[in-house]
């Protein structure tokens, strides 16, 4: 999502555009929050069927593969940390002092309590090199876009729809659909603001949709680009800082 999703080109596009280069638009749309590095402050809100829960992290990334995101609010759970080098994610639980990889059977579990999961901490920043992309339509201010699994590709998403508007190449809305086709998923975007040279949604708001009534709202309270950042800064002895 990658819940957590740079790149973002502003130019003028034409009304209909054959030579489109999908996969570019796509890798586009999910590294929007990152660039060559970032910084970010951001509120979570989820709302469940049974409980409210609200938190407040800074989060660091370095192009696709480094991200670290700490809890500041509340403070009983102020440290808890959640670090990704490539593929792999740790878990750092401040109040037993303990770091935890995440094992492949947990990657679909939730992100820190919300409906985004870990697999989209990893997976999201390798959309376009899973899947082969077609357009479906478009109209003067957006493309819908499908994404569909490599064969040799292990993920967990039967297709995946974008719906992006044209002119500042932000999305709209994100569709993600089970192996039997059925959209089990929609990540919708607004609140757009320019940031440098580009523009970004600095609120997403997911909803499972077998559960009615339930989402995740991610917004970006500050966010800053092209910091100086080195790859060592995303060490498993930074995650258990407090």
């Not at 997976?123 to 994404?147: I, M, N, R």
């Amino acid at each position: 999502m990658r819940y957590f999703v740079i790149l973002l080109l502003v130019f003028c596009t034409p009304a209909y555009s054959s030579g489109l280069d999908l996969r570019h638009l796509v890798r586009g749309v999910e590294d929007q929050y990152m660039g060559a590095s970032s910084t970010a402050r951001m509120t979570m809100r989820v709302s469940t069927v049974h409980w409210q829960r609200t938190t407040e992290m800074d989060a660091w990334s370095l192009g696709r593969d480094h991200f670290l995101v700490r809890i500041r609010e509340p403070a009983r759970e102020r440290g808890v940390a959640t670090l990704k080098v490539g593929r792999e994610v740790w878990n750092y639980l401040h109040k037993v002092d303990r770091t935890i990889k995440i094992p492949p059977s947990m990657m679909g579990g939730a992100w820190m309590g919300s409906h985004i999961t870990n697999n989209d901490l990893v997976k999201a920043a390798h959309v376009d090199e899973d899947y082969d992309f077609t357009l479906l339509s478009e109209d003067q201010t957006s493309w819908t876009v499908e994404g569909t699994p490599r064969p040799d590709a292990a993920v967990i998403w039967g297709k995946i729809i974008y719906h992006i508007e044209k002119q500042r190449r932000v999305p709209l809305q994100i569709s993600y659909f089970d192996e039997d086709m059925i959209e089990v998923r929609r990540i919708s975007f607004d609140r757009v603001k320019k940031i440098d040279d580009r523009f970004i949604p600095l609120r997403m708001t997911v909803r499972p949709l077998e559960k009615p009534g339930e989402k995740t709202i991610l917004e970006y309270r500050e966010l800053n680009f092209n910091i100086d950042l080195k790859p060592a800064f995303f060490s498993l002895r930074n995650l258990r800082r407090r």
